[in-house]
């Protein structure tokens, strides 16, 4: 089915709560609907199994205007969906459209706490990612918000976790993080767990929030590119790529077909780097070591690569608005082609043990296991999502920059565990490396840039690409000046966290590193979630209380 | 199924020299591209400022003395800066780059990172004039 039919088949789909109709893109559908059809509207494209919802975009009109809108992206192939609702700035209230589809929960709180659009209808209540005591009817994305407020805010930046103790005869609650040596990045997770079993899962994030998204409303297109870069040290790349390619669509500019080549040869390396530093950090997870240490040094290899191709070892900075700054020449070309021949000679011994050691077969095989209607259901992404044999792909579904001249083939796996998730990843860099074979072989001649304006024209974008870990979702809006109105970015482990929490209740406390590290989270690029399982009312004891406790029971 | 899938990696290791080095004795050469620090040169430079510009970490300050006699002074935060070489991509006469020589930073207080690129005499009276306030807002 065509692009055109499929946005046609949207269309028809929507008729009945349809207010007005508009094509920003050629791809792009945009249905303005009323707040209090959205349930049934959402419901209507997802019974009909049109597409997924890929993230919800909360935007604020302006203080004149008096409006806000929140707008729900559905992704089929390359075509996009948006349910536009409009909304006061005052008493903003939209139904909520978790019960249907899952993932939307950490949307929702996201639209709620940044823009202060109430979602009826949502289970929880506490914070994402500010503080417990942020003041309420304060909200840090709206227009109106000032750095200078922020700065004065009394906020304690103490979070009220829930704390560690017996809660019954045999159950504890074991709190994991928010600094805590298991884990790379801050977090927060609590497990109750019935002697060794996990009966309750509980997540915090939100600790490496930095208010990226309202940075960018202050600062130029070119000064932006380089915060997105930021956004996350693994795949910064593909960061730069997908807001570029946005700005680019909003300017009109063709890339050269020489720069876009250049991308895809530096997403692809990058993806390298990203699944070996995955697969040494489960290793490690799994106590394999010696897996561990092996893998990172094989990492070595593609990071010296980018190193000489770009200059930079992690953040490459190799994108441009309208290109690139790296030229491949004979020397880098001969220098990548050698790495890849040793990569994939240790890739596929890799591959090798991750599928016959029996010690490390013990920890994955049969382990977080999701089959494929779950992984529908939960709205995962990128390799958590194939190794579940669900065919979600941007490069495949919609291709885009050299992704159409260098196809990639799809990669999937059926078991759904954790050794499939090793399975997928590896045989994926398999692929990403014949794919950088055939763009050395093949390079474009030309030029690297293309010229772009310094005042983007007015307009909004969706640029999707796939991260290593999934789909990244970035919607850009321009009103014709030199700094972008609102960039919303959604990063792939946002919606794979579900995963981890679903997967680690009835496990024992020991694999629950493993499905953390299974899904390949990347805690500061989507630092926005809390999800709660708990349906059981326990005390909770503050860290005032607790405090209290130790020095009462030390002066015993 | 099998048991020691990686004991040859292990036993291959054995014949082999140490991958770590013996930093700072022992030095890794850096690539060609290698982004180090910023280095700048005042007499190509016209003092256009697009680098200034475009810096997403306000890292450059340029202070034109006198114009037409080329006399400028780039003030370089080392410690602000990201490497990512869009002021070097800017500027159409190539009066700066980043340096594959010149990357090593550490130093005892954070005055250290601030580097002044330009003929000694600019620097010099830049700096008295920084240090008269009425000056003030030349260096802003």
Redesign the interface.
């Given at each position: 089915m065509s692009t055109e039919q499929k946005l046609q088949t949207a269309e028809q789909l929507l008729a009945p709560w349809n207010k007005e109709t508009i094509r920003p893109e050629e791809n792009r559908l945009d249905v303005v609907i009323q707040p209090e059809a959205l349930h049934e509207a959402a419901s209507a494209l997802h019974e009909a199994k049109w597409g997924y919802l890929s993230a919800i975009t909360g935007m604020d009109m302006g203080v004149e205007a008096g409006q806000l809108e929140a707008l729900y992206h559905f992704c089929n192939g390359p075509a996009i969906t948006s349910l536009r609702v409009r909304l006061p700035r005052a008493g903003a209230v939209v139904p909520t459209i978790a019960d249907i589809i899952p993932p939307a929960t950490f949307f929702e709180r996201e639209i709620k706490e940044m823009f202060g659009i109430k979602v009826d209808g949502l289970a929880v209540t506490d914070h994402l990612f500010l503080p417990e005591d942020w003041p309420p009817d304060v909200y840090p994305q709206r227009v109106d918000f000032t750095i200078e407020q922020a700065k004065a805010m009394e906020v304690s930046h103490a979070d009220q976790m829930p704390e560690p103790g017996r809660v019954g005869e045999n159950t504890f609650v074991v709190p994991i993080g928010p600094q805590h040596p298991a884990l790379k990045e801050p977090g927060h997770f609590s497990f109750t767990v019935d002697g060794e079993i996990v009966t309750a899962a509980k997540m915090r994030l939100g600790y490496a929030h930095r208010g990226i998204e309202k940075a960018t409303e202050s600062r130029s297109w070119v000064e932006n590119l380089y915060l997105f870069e930021r956004v996350c040290g693994i795949c910064s790349h593909t960061h730069a790529m997908a807001f570029s390619m946005g700005v680019e669509q909003l300017a009109k500019v063709e890339v050269p077909a020489r720069a876009q080549a250049i991308r895809e040869l530096v997403a692809g390396l990058e993806r390298v780097h990203s699944h070996l530093l995955w697969l040494g950090v489960t290793a490690h997870e799994a106590g394999f070591d010696t897996l561990f240490m092996y893998s990172w040094r094989d990492r070595e290899t593609v990071m010296n690569l980018l190193e000489q191709i770009t200059g930079n070892r992690v953040n490459y900075s190799a994108n441009v608005l309208g290109g690139v700054k790296c030229e491949i020449g004979d020397e880098q070309s001969k220098a990548i082609k050698e790495g890849l021949t040793y990569l994939e000679t240790r890739i596929r011994h890799y591959l090798e043990v991750v599928t016959t050691d029996a010690m490390f077969l013990n920890r994955t095989r049969g382990i977080g296991t999701i089959t494929a209607p779950e992984a529908e259901r939960f709205g995962l992404l990128g390799p958590t999502a194939r190794a579940s044999g669900v065919a979600r792909d941007v490069r495949i579904e919609a291709p885009y920059g050299a992704y159409v001249r260098y196809p990639v083939s799809l990669v999937t796996e059926t078991n759904g565990d954790l050794e499939a998730r090793c399975v997928v990843r590896l045989k994926e860099l398999l692929v990403s490396c014949f794919a950088m074979r055939s763009i050395l072989d093949n390079m474009p001649e030309g030029p690297l840039t293309a010229r772009m304006p310094r005042k983007i024209p007015a307009g909004e974008t969706v640029a999707r690409v796939e991260a290593p870990r999934g789909e990244l979702f970035y919607y850009i809006k321009s009103n014709g000046g030199e700094i972008p109105v609102r960039v919303h970015v959604r990063t792939p482990s946002l919606c794979n966290w579900v995963s981890v929490l679903e997967k680690a209740v009835g496990r024992q406390l020991a694999d629950v590193p493993m499905l953390i590290a299974g899904m390949d989270p990347c805690f500061s690029c989507n630092d926005r979630v809390v999800t709660v399982e708990d349906s059981r009312t326990s005390e909770n004891w503050s860290w005032k209380r607790l405090r209290e406790y130790g020095i009462e029971y030390y002066s015993r | 199924?099998?048991?020691g899938?990686?004991f040859t990696?292990?036993l291959a290791s054995f014949f082999k020299k140490n991958?770590t080095q013996l930093y700072p004795f022992e030095k890794n050469p850096t690539?060609?591209?290698?982004?180090g620090n910023l280095y700048y040169d005042p007499a190509k430079c016209t003092g256009c400022c697009l680098c200034v510009?475009?810096?997403?970490?306000k890292a450059i300050e340029l202070v034109t003395i006198d114009r037409a006699a080329k006399r400028f002074v780039l003030k370089y935060h080392m410690d602000r800066c990201?490497?990512?070489?869009?002021c070097a991509?800017n500027c159409r006469f190539k009066c700066m780059g980043?340096s594959?020589k010149d990357w090593e930073h550490a130093a005892l207080n954070k005055e250290e990172f601030l580097v002044y690129y330009g003929k000694e005499e600019d620097v010099r009276e830049m700096l008295e004039n920084i240090s008269k306030p009425p000056a003030e807002s030349e260096h802003k």
């Open positions: - | 199924m099998k048991f899938t990686m990696d292990i991958s690539p060609e591209r290698f982004r510009k475009d810096c997403p970490s990201v490497y990512c070489g869009q991509l980043m594959n």
